[in-house]
């Protein structure tokens, strides 16, 4: 690094699900193979510790099947952000997102590009180049650029980490899912021209979404980090876990009052908003929510938002929960994902 002028570093959302560790990787490869800007390093950093990959089964599961080692990726724990824009060098691209999270907030006058797929949230003046569309992976984002971009950039082993994860993102380009866009098909059909070579729809979908929602010998501490993200008020922190378990059967485990109120005094958490999702074998979503806090106040004011909204209307119906502290909800409108509730929560807080 110390040899650069300049470091442009692409990096994905806190839960760095697959998609955000993909499109940081696929666009940090295209900018480094397309840019003119001599003495500059292009770096994909995932933005958690290196100890969390563990994790995020279908993406380790993904980049082992296409033989890139883990030893060769950057984590947010192995570069000092904050140091290199102090010192000038830094150039920020948000992929996945384009809200920094407040600890992160020193480093919002780097950021030079957004390319994200969730709502809109807060406006990014020139010369930052925002692209934020509203179909179903950032990936989908990331192949468009690179179908915009020179001719031969696009190699085998990016395509097949875009492939798949378009796939996972969009449930196998279901409809009934209501996450596929024409976009997000355009893209799929696209790769697999030039790449015929890349697996079946059916079988890679298969073993990712096998691979993420495999929870077996996870402790509740670890399916609560496996895909967290987190929402900060000048006064508190709220914790969001999206839950690959039926909501039943994760209000059954073992201890697990007690693992919640721990995980939340642990990390400073006032709150903590598990959201389930499975899949029917149609692929239709069934969606559940459930709002953990010791604090009447906080869990009220919480519930009240999540049931009176209607950007979109989630269609909350009460579901019987084993303690006061936890309110638990089925979710009528199920194609409302997570990066639909975060508003909702923001505004909240």
């Known amino acids: 690094i110390q040899h650069h002028r300049e470091i442009h570093v692409v990096m ?25 800007a001599p003495g ?23 980049l082992r099947d296409r033989g890139i080692p883990t030893a060769n990726l950057v984590f947010r724990d192995e570069i000092d952000l904050a140091g290199l824009h102090r010192a000038g060098l830094l150039s920020l691209t948000l992929v996945d997102h384009h809200v920094l999270p407040g600890a992160d907030a020193a480093l919002d006058e780097a950021v030079v590009e957004v390319l994200d797929h969730r ?17 179903g992976s950032c990936a989908t984002l990331v192949t468009e650029r690179f179908a915009q971009g020179p001719p031969g950039l696009l190699d085998g082993t990016t395509a097949a980490l875009l492939h798949g994860t378009i796939l996972l993102d969009c449930i196998n380009l279901s409809p009934a899912a209501g996450k596929v866009t024409p976009r997000d098909v ?66 059954l485990r073992p201890g697990l009052l007690q693992d919640l109120e721990d995980f939340c005094q642990a990390r400073g958490y006032a709150g903590l908003v598990a959201m389930t999702v499975s899949f029917s074998e149609h692929h239709e979503p069934r969606r559940k929510i459930a709002v953990y806090s010791r604090c009447e106040t906080l869990r009220g004011t919480l519930c009240r ?45």
Do not use: H
């Open 186 to 251: 355009a893209c799929v059909a696209l790769l697999e021209e030039r790449f015929p070579e890349l697996p079946p729809r059916d079988s890679i979908f298969g073993a990712l979404q096998a691979a993420k929602f495999d929870v077996t010998g996870l402790t509740t501490e670890q399916m609560l980090r496996k895909d967290l993200k987190v929402l900060s008020s000048d006064e508190l922190a709220l914790a969001i876990s999206g839950i690959y378990v039926d909501l039943e059967t994760f209000l």
């Open 305 to 349: 938002a999540l049931e009176e909204a209607t950007t979109p209307s989630l269609q909350l119906q009460p579901l019987p929960s084993p303690w006061p502290c936890v309110a638990a909800f089925a979710q009528g409108n199920s194609f409302a994902s997570r990066k639909k509730v975060l508003p909702i929560l923001r505004a909240a807080l």
């Open 119 to 135: 709502p809109l949230e807060r406006e990014r003046s020139p010369p930052c180049r925002v692209t934020v569309e509203p179909v």
């Open 40 to 62: 500059a390093a292009f770096v994909p950093v995932l933005n958690i510790p290196r100890a969390e990959l563990a994790l995020r089964s279908e993406t380790t599961f993904l």
């Open 12 to 36: 994905g959302n806190e839960a760095c699900d697959l998609d955000s560790t993909v499109s940081a990787l696929a666009l940090a490869y295209f900018l480094a193979q397309s840019s003119p």
